[in-house]
């Protein structure tokens, strides 16, 4: 079953915390993405990978750290300097420019 | 970089009603612009998309209309259901010629439609 899978599906975090939410792909996609959604804001792009050992900075990129050691995993981590990290945070591939592959996200809440 | 400006921000209608959902970009290098929608609680799925090359493409009840010129494009839906009621979200990309090539995705902010019975 071909797809993208990210977990946890619920992820809590206290002050001063570092969490990492977990982002795979099996359907051979080249590029990845990491989304942060907060109500009346759409999605708005953290960091983004073309390929293996690359990636760029998004929009909002402050806070956050990533890696893309393989093709399949794209793990995003939200460190204590991200100040107000409570949002809804979507995975998604694509194989070129194309449909963008979404996983079912993860929300992360601050206690 | 670029930027999508998407309106209205929330659009109610009748059933049977049709909807129409507009966005703007910025960057005239941008080449690719698809609609995705959003059911409360799910993940973002495609539901049509259009490149720079054509003008207008329908799938059933929806259609996407792009102006190169005046840089936006628009979402027409026809005969809306209530399951169409959800969050839709329009894009721009840019693509190259052979379209293996890929920049960032840009989002506009949604529309949350809601469609009556």
């Known amino acids: 079953d071909g797809g993208i899978t990210q977990s946890p599906k619920y992820l809590f975090r206290k002050e001063g915390q570092n969490v990492t939410l977990s982002c795979e792909q099996n359907?051979?996609?080249?590029?990845m993405y990491w989304y942060r959604q907060d109500p009346g804001q759409g999605l708005r792009l953290i960091y983004y990978s073309q390929i293996v050992n690359d990636f760029q900075k998004g929009d909002i990129a402050e806070g956050y750290s990533v890696s893309r050691e393989k093709k399949e995993s794209f793990p995003l981590t939200v460190t204590s300097a991200q100040k107000n990290p409570t949002a809804f945070y979507l995975c998604?591939?694509?194989?070129?420019?194309?449909?963008?592959?979404f996983g079912q996200g993860t929300r992360l809440t601050v206690v | 970089g670029e930027n999508v400006e998407q309106h209205p921000s929330t659009l109610s209608v009748q059933e049977g009603d049709s909807a129409v959902i507009k966005c703007t970009y910025s960057d005239s290098a941008s080449n690719y612009f698809p609609w995705y929608k959003q059911e409360l609680g799910k993940r973002p799925q495609l539901i049509i998309d259009i490149r720079s090359n054509v003008g207008e493409k329908k799938d059933q009840r929806i259609a996407v209309t792009l102006n190169k010129t005046a840089k936006h494009f628009s979402l027409h839906i026809t005969e809306t259901q209530p399951e169409d009621s959800a969050v839709y979200f329009c894009a721009a990309s840019l693509a190259n010629a052979g379209g293996t090539s890929y920049g960032k995705l840009t989002f506009g902010q949604g529309t949350i439609l809601t469609v009556h019975p």
């Open positions: 998604a591939s694509s194989i070129g420019v194309g449909e963008a592959f």
């Open positions: 359907l051979n996609h080249d590029a």
